[in-house]
């Protein structure tokens, strides 16, 4: 059995990282079996160097390896690139054709992307990997095939099978054994590694002098996310190989080569949702219901004075408070331009009473429509003093940045918690 360093220089394969050598060790554990492996990462992790060890050091070597992107082919034809097709079996089947599992007979199919299989190819694969047995497409004569299925994926499976997008047992039957690569991010030992390999093969490829990083610039790699890992990192070794004519490359021109450098911090981000978080897509509707019920009320109160007294002025002088409200002033000055802004409430008012002219009838049920919609959103009161309390929480009281996450002024924030009773 090789070992792992000699693997790596067989397959070209950059690292010295823990996880990717464990990855390789297990290659190379179930190459002599016929188990089937499902290879797991994000995308550009370099998920295809598996399974051609696999391949490579399995009894199988001398036979066919069919490497097949099952996210590149569309829906309508992978049943027949898969497993073939009779002569007439559709429109355009002119002549009958071998699939993959029938050409790598006693090889090896790699099958990237697995999570973007239809399912009804799904229970095809399925069949094939309990007893070796499919069907062309338009055929009724079972066929044999002696195959290994190594299969890839960046999607969650979990998550997939949770919504109905794989089977379950299609699942622990591709998974036998499951070897998962870590991300670029995960192994910061080897990203000076792999870019000076890249940058070497650059070199050679376009007739050039190699380029060469300053330890600012490499602290710049090595500080960088990557979120498309190693095929990432060599897209940028490449761009900078090209374009730049100094071939020290310092920290200021590599960031220039980085998307979004300043922002690509180090996040933690938590699978579980605490109590006090707004991500839910309801409880952000039931916010955007809050805001709105609160501006149509005032509007409401604001538009019935104007109809009532048909002076905007006095209106104005007598409603200073729900005005500031509307406007969402927090200081005098701005109030004072609220004041004098008369032309808005002017056709305010004019709109009110074209409305009250034309149609009484119309107004008396909308008088009832909103009453009937307090009584309605009474569950909404509830789940606004909720809200309010969870922001209050996770600011330790601090009005002002609660407000600022619930979207109001804090002088309407310190109005409910005066209404509330908090």
Known sequence: ????????????????????????????????????????????????????????????????????????????????????????????????????????????????????????????????????????????????????????????????????????????????????????????????????????????????????LTDEATLELLKFRWNGNIRQLRNVAEQISVLEENRTITGDTIRGYLPNATSNLPAVISNTKSESDFSSEREILYKVLFDMKADLSDLKKLTAELMKHGNDKDVQKNNEGLIQKIYGNESDAEYDEAEDDLEILSIAEQSATALVDNNLNALDKYHFAEEIQEEETLSLQDKELELIKKSLERHQGKRKLAASELGISERTLYRKIKQYDL
């Open 1 to 212: 059995m090789e070992s792992v360093q000699a693997i790596k220089q067989r397959f070209g394969i950059i690292g010295n990282n823990q996880k990717l050598n464990r990855a390789i060790e297990k290659a190379i554990q179930v190459s002599p079996t016929d188990i089937s492996v499902l290879v797991t990462g994000e995308s550009g992790v370099g998920k295809e160097s598996i399974p051609k060890i696999i391949h490579q050091l399995s009894h199988r070597k001398h036979g066919k390896y069919i490497a097949v992107n099952c996210g590149a082919i569309p829906e309508g034809t992978i049943d027949s690139e898969l497993f073939g097709h009779e002569k007439g079996a559709f429109t355009g089947a002119t002549q009958t054709r071998s699939g993959y599992f029938e050409v790598a007979d006693n090889g090896t199919i790699f099958l990237d992307e697995v999570g973007e299989l239809p399912l009804t190819t799904q229970v095809r694969l399925l069949r094939v990997l309990e007893n070796g047995e499919f069907l062309k497409v338009g055929s009724s004569q079972v066929q044999k095939t002696n195959v290994r299925i190594v299969a890839a994926t960046n999607v969650n499976m979990f998550e997939a099978i949770k919504k109905g997008k794989f089977r379950e047992d299609l699942y622990y039957r591709l998974s036998t054994v499951e070897i998962n690569l870590p991300p670029l991010r995960d192994r910061t030992e080897d990203i000076h590694l792999l870019f000076r390999k890249f940058a070497s093969d650059f070199a050679l490829k376009y007739k050039m002098p190699t380029i060469k």
